[in-house]
């Protein structure tokens, strides 16, 4: 990818304060770019509590932020230190721009926020423009309600810094399915510099250890939460159509999630106990093997499990989160209207005999594969040129001071 030196460097920051989402998105990108460049390293910046359970590939390491957790109000809380959040956000700061200072990329590219968490990685745009090294944006294929969206984005100044920092902007999705910048007031120069990947496709790791279950040796259905902060919803409900329904075909394995609260963990555990068709772990760093063995899948529809449920071909039952974000919402409704996945609405009432119908149709669902969407799965070999291509420009381009407002 570039001369001299060992190899190009892509630092990675990884916007994460709960969940597992944006890390997991990170690191496949990660993945994908050194399995395609044999002279290329890549370190990703994270504040997850558990990056370290995860697997990285050769030359793929990362740096461990501190911790920030959001509240249900929106307020943000140090996770584990006796810091308040602007200490905390004060020193991750620092920490992301002396790791690029160091670490000196060839190309940065920030996850979701375009000025970081509260504006965190805002001093290490500014360093990163004074050395002239390209910046991109990346972007999942739906942000939210672009009402809500607007309203956020305004008070985080984040238009002006697409146009202050940023060379590109890649949306892993497609236009057809959703546009993350509907309803912005996105100037035609950014417009210019936004390019749409497709749905980034997984594979099951070589290293991937095989999940020992205890009462399942067969197929079964597949019901993930994430990392389980905000989904013992729909845990409850599944639970409740195998308690009061003896007509659903296949069993079910559970993955409650490491972020799930440990009471809610153990109550949802005495309740399989009780079942002999339901197995239930609180986790799998390696969730791709446990879908590719799966006959069906019950998800929130987060942007990981999506392209999860469209690279191994299932059959899904999506529950979308509606609020804080209507992101799950809006992605899965569009892919019921494309025949991609069912999409089952929680109207608060979750009635035990509606989802056991719809556990017991799933296997007759439409696969993802029977509905052709013309580069669908193109994520990783689109993200490998685009990276080729703004590294091999290099830093020698006009000063993008020029775009300040």
Same mark, same amino acid.
């Given at each position: 990818?570039?001369?001299?030196r060992?190899g ?8 994460d304060?709960?969940?597992?989402g ?16 044999r002279?290329l ?9 558990i ?13 461990r ?5 959001? $509240?249900?109000?929106g &307020?943000?809380?140090? %996770?584990? /230190?006796?810091?308040? =959040? #602007?200490? @905390?956000l004060a020193l991750?700061s620092?920490?992301?721009k002396?790791?690029a200072?160091?670490f000196?990329?060839? $190309?940065l590219?920030? &996850?979701?926020?375009? %000025?970081? /968490?509260?504006?965190? =990685? #805002?001093p @290490?745009?500014?360093l990163m ?10 972007l999942?294929?739906?942000m ?6 607007a ?30 910048l ?6 035609g120069?950014?417009?210019k ?9 997984r594979a ?10 205890e ?17 013992e919803q ?13 007509r ?5 394995l559970?993955?409650?999630?490491p ?5 809610l ?13 339901v ?6 760093a ?5 879908m590719?063995?799966a006959v069906?899948?019950v998800?929130m ?5 999506f392209?999860e449920?469209?690279?191994?071909d299932?059959?899904a ?5 509606q ?12 892919a ?10 929680d109207?608060?009432r979750?009635?035990a005999?509606?989802m056991?119908?719809a ?6 669902q439409?696969?993802?594969?029977e509905r052709?969407?013309?580069?669908l799965?193109?994520?990783?070999k689109?993200?490998?040129r ?10 020698n ?8 407002p």
């Amino acid at each position: 990818m570039t001369d001299g030196r060992d190899g190009a460097r892509i630092l990675v920051y990884s916007h994460d304060s709960f969940g597992l989402g944006h890390l997991r998105r990170c690191r496949e990108i990660a993945h994908a770019l050194v399995e395609a460049e044999r002279d290329l390293s890549v370190l990703i910046l994270s504040g997850s509590p558990i990056i370290g359970s995860f697997d990285f590939q050769s030359r793929v390491d990362f740096v461990r932020i501190p911790g920030v957790i959001k $509240l249900r109000d929106g &307020d943000y809380v140090s %996770l584990k /230190l006796p810091l308040d =959040v #602007e200490q @905390t956000l004060a020193l991750r700061s620092s920490i992301i721009k002396h790791t690029a200072d160091i670490f000196d990329p060839d $190309l940065l590219l920030v &996850d979701k926020e375009p %000025l970081g /968490l509260r504006g965190e =990685v #805002e001093p @290490t745009l500014e360093l990163m423009r004074e050395r002239g090294v390209p910046c991109v944006l990346g972007l999942r294929d739906v942000m939210d309600d672009p009402e809500l969206l607007a309203s956020e984005w305004a008070r985080k100044n984040a238009l002006p810094a697409l146009d202050a920092y940023y060379d590109d902007i890649w949306v892993y999705g497609l236009p057809q399915i959703c546009d993350p910048l509907d309803g912005l007031p996105v100037p035609g120069s950014v417009r210019k510099r936004v390019s749409y990947t497709g749905y980034l496709r997984r594979a099951i790791s070589e290293h991937a250890p095989e999940v020992q279950l205890e009462k399942i040796d067969g197929p079964y259905i597949l019901v993930t939460v994430g990392g389980g902060g905000d989904g013992e919803q729909i845990v409850d409900w599944v639970l409740r159509a195998y308690e009061s329904n003896q007509r659903i075909p296949y069993p079910a394995l559970i993955v409650m999630g490491p972020f799930m609260g440990s009471e809610l963990q153990q109550d949802f555990q005495r309740r399989v106990n009780h079942l002999e068709r339901v197995e239930a772990i609180t986790f799998s760093a390696h969730l791709e093997s446990l879908m590719e063995r799966a006959v069906g899948v019950v998800a929130m529809g987060g942007y990981n499990t999506f392209c999860e449920v469209l690279s191994f071909d299932k059959r899904a039952i999506i529950v979308p989160r509606q609020e804080p974000r209507r992101e799950q919402l809006m992605r899965a409704a569009r892919a019921q209207e494309l025949g991609l996945v069912r999409m089952l609405a929680d109207d608060g009432r979750r009635d035990a005999q509606t989802m056991a119908t719809a556990l017991r149709n799933l296997a007759q669902q439409p696969r993802p594969s029977e509905r052709v969407v013309p580069g669908l799965l193109d994520g990783r070999k689109s993200v490998v040129r685009l990276a080729r291509h703004r590294i091999a420009q290099g830093r020698n381009r006009p000063p993008l001071a020029a775009r300040l407002p």
